[in-house]
């Protein structure tokens, strides 16, 4: 199975930006691939996604701020974020899904405050 390393988090004031990255232990040609996020007491929710084509697909609260990427030789995922809120802090999470088999990873932490 296909583990996945996410970094990049971190403490950033509102406004600022980050690039989260996860990592992939094997090819992830085959997988569509997204970020979702978990705020404390909220349930997980979809931030961005990526299919194996490369169409994507975004929360509206990320729209216009947030851009998923690939880059499938390097088994990577990137989530650049943007004009970040305080409403933005979570822990984000990296996805892998094919059919039925779904992969995550251990999530890094985002941190928005002045």
């Known amino acids: 199975q296909v583990q996945l390393v996410e970094s990049g988090g971190g403490l950033v004031q509102p406004g600022g930006s980050l690039r989260l990255s996860c990592a992939a232990s094997?090819?992830?040609?085959?997988?569509?691939m997204g970020w979702y996020r978990q705020a404390p007491g909220k349930q997980r929710e979809l931030v961005a996604t990526v299919t194996s084509g490369g169409a994507t697909n975004y929360a509206d609260s990320v729209k216009g701020r947030f851009t998923i990427s690939r880059d499938n030789p390097k088994n990577t995922v990137y989530l650049q974020m943007n004009s970040l809120k305080p409403e933005d802090t979570a822990v984000y999470y990296c996805?892998?899904?094919?059919?039925?088999?779904?992969?995550w990873g251990q999530g890094t932490q985002v941190t928005i405050s002045s």
């Open positions: 094997e090819s992830i040609e085959i997988y569509a």
């Open positions: 996805n892998a899904q094919w059919f039925k088999y779904g992969y």
